[in-house]
């Protein structure tokens, strides 16, 4: 009787699927593939030898990053009637996502795969590119956090500019920016009542963070105008109201947006909407190769892309083209030990900015000083925000043991890992922490944590063994006392220590240093005019963000990156606009 009914579903199942294939020979059908955050899933219509239509139907990528590929991606399936299309450069989760679930849609419709495997030719390269010239007021190479502010705040002051951005995608390392932009002395402190983190304490956190080797005028300058930043940012419809501390200050300085989200993928956002908006033009997959110099002054760059050699003219020229923490030949020549870390940094931090600069004549500072991030989870090299510290989490060792005060700079964190036993900890974490922030719970998704319902549940799922266990339960019952005391007698943390870790499910991820930050760069002044190797301003030419160095000495506090790009960024258009149009 039993095999009679399987016999019977068996032959309805294959009656359904031939008349799925059946059906004039096109079908559609869906599939999904493991995206970003969560399935992505696409819907297709194909016949055995042509895929006519990829459309992704359900999604949650990164805007700006994983959007890229949904918005390509499918078109260049169809296009290619191939499963082998090249991943979109930087989103590369998502790209594999799409063609999963384009596999996973044909094999489901009873079609092979196999057949849509054929290798694409490469497309041929013109035997010559096409020269073009270009005219504008003021070109800027890099559409990251940088070049998008000085790109706004310059067309503002009426100045007609071109962004070239080498990637495929605006946002560069910006993007994954998690936690938020340090600022003193702003509204939003004042609305909650925090009225110790003024400018002069933000300098001298800064200044020791950075080990006094900071360029002291630069973060005079930063800190001086981060209120005013933070205004400006609201004007243009992307505030950041709620503030929290961060690792290696002793005050609250970190704004981020109200909603939870991480800073860097909102504010790419905006800024790029108000670049829209303002009608400017950012030039994507185009690489500035040489700034070009006349009377020695920069009066535009060289660039290029898959077929075209661009000229490009321009009264003043803005570096804003990032650090170089993808560039291991150049990192290394610099501090050799770094040759086998992982990295937290987009594909396009190359430095490229910085070899060029230093072609025209730029002097260039702290080169050597290359920071690590003490949480990075090592399997995809994603770094785990230090926003999750500033709201409680902690960091423990194999022994089930705190080993540091968590909160202190990301150098210090980052030395005291190594000397751990396997060189890695756990950052843990509870549901309260989860509720109130939206990476922690895009990690859990992605499977990077252990969780646990009580203390010894999650140090066992932790890997934890023997005594460790123990040790584990000891040390969270010892922080959550630390905590309600506001006293943290074993290792002095002052931050961080709102909401102590009581509210189960409790989560653990393990963590180790990766290479995040240069520090180093192009020399500028206060008004981000690039200084020569003689110590003398090279007309015409302005650095913003992670190209230049100076600001964060030795050690980068989290935060400052954000407030770097947007204070200096602001600065670099305004000048530049006014140079540009004098
Ligand atoms: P910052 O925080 O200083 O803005 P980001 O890393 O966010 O730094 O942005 C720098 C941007 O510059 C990235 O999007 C990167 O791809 C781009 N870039 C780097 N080199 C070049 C180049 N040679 N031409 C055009 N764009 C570039």
């Not at 002291?216 to 503030?243: F, H």
């Not at 185009?286 to 002054?297: C, L, W």
């Not at 140090?459 to 005391?485: R, Y």
Request: overall charge negative; some cysteine.
């Amino acid at each position: 009787m039993k095999k009679t009914l399987a016999f019977i579903i068996a032959l309805a199942m294959v009656f359904c699927l031939s008349l799925a294939v059946a059906d004039g020979d096109r079908v559609t059908a869906t599939g999904k593939g493991q995206g970003i955050d969560g399935d992505v899933v696409v819907k297709i219509e194909a016949d055995q030898n042509k895929i006519y239509s990829v459309e992704v139907v359900e999604q949650n990528e990164t805007p700006g990053i994983g959007s890229v590929a949904v918005e390509k991606l499918p078109d260049a399936i169809v296009e290619a009637n191939s499963l082998l299309v090249d991943s979109i450069s930087g989103a590369t989760v998502t790209s594999v996502a799409i063609t999963t679930a384009v596999r996973e849609a044909l094999t489901s419709a009873g079609l092979d795969p196999a057949a849509f495997e054929n290798e694409i030719a490469a497309p041929e390269a013109p035997a010559e590119k096409e020269n073009v010239t270009l005219d504008c007021d003021i070109v800027i190479v890099g559409a990251g956090g940088a070049g998008l502010t000085a790109a706004v705040r310059a067309n503002q002051e009426g100045a007609k500019v071109l962004v070239l951005e080498k990637m495929a995608m605006v946002g560069g390392n910006s993007l994954k920016a998690s936690g938020g932009m340090n600022c003193a002395g702003t509204k939003f402190q004042e609305a909650q009542g925090i009225t110790d983190s003024g400018v002069q304490e933000f300098i001298e956190d800064t200044m020791n963070g950075g080990h006094q080797m900071n360029d002291l005028a630069l973060v005079t300058t930063m800190a001086e105008n981060s209120a005013a930043a933070v205004e400006w940012l609201e004007s243009i419809g992307a505030p950041l109201p709620k503030v929290a501390a961060t690792g290696g200050t002793t005050h609250k300085y970190l704004h981020s947006p109200e909603d939870g989200s991480p800073v860097g993928s909102y504010l790419v956002a905006k800024l790029n909407e108000q670049a829209q908006k303002q009608g400017i033009e950012i030039m994507l997959n185009t690489t500035a190769t040489e700034i070009r110099m006349q009377d020695g002054a920069a009066v535009g760059v060289k660039a290029e892309d898959a077929v075209h050699e661009y000229t490009i003219n321009a009264k003043a020229v803005i570096l804003a083209s990032g650090g170089f923490g993808s560039n291991f030949e150049l990192m290394t020549s610099f501090n050799p030990s770094l040759a086998n870390a992982v990295t937290t940094n987009h594909p396009g931090a190359t430095g490229d900015g910085i070899l060029m600069a230093e072609a025209v004549g730029a002097a260039t500072v702290d080169m050597d000083q290359i920071q690590l991030h003490p949480t990075v989870y090592q399997a995809t090299s994603m770094l785990v925000s230090e926003k999750m510290r500033s709201l409680g989490a902690i960091l423990v060792n194999q022994e089930g043991k705190r080993f540091t005060n968590d909160l202190s700079t990301r150098d210090a964190v980052s030395a005291a890992e190594l000397e751990q036993t396997g060189g890695y900890a756990y950052i843990i974490f509870d549901q309260n922490l989860v509720d109130h922030n939206k990476s922690a719970k895009e990690y859990i998704e992605k499977g990077m944590a252990a969780s646990g319902e009580t203390y010894e549940d999650l140090a066992k799922n932790m890997g934890l063994e023997g005594d460790a266990v123990a040790a584990f339960v000891s040390t969270m019952e010892t922080w959550n006392k630390a905590v309600a005391d506001g006293n943290d007698a074993e290792f002095g943390r002052n931050n961080g220590m709102d909401d102590d870790l009581s509210t189960a499910p409790f989560y653990a991820i393990q963590i180790a240093p990766g290479i995040h930050h240069t520090m180093g760069g192009v020399k500028i002044d206060t008004n981000t005019e690039v200084i020569n190797t003689k110590g003398e301003v090279i007309p015409g030419l302005y650095a913003a963000g992670e190209v230049t160095g100076g600001v964060h000495g030795g050690n980068r506090i989290g935060g400052n990156a954000v407030c770097d790009f947007v204070v200096f960024g602001r600065i670099a258009g305004q000048q530049a606009a006014a140079y540009a149009t004098q």
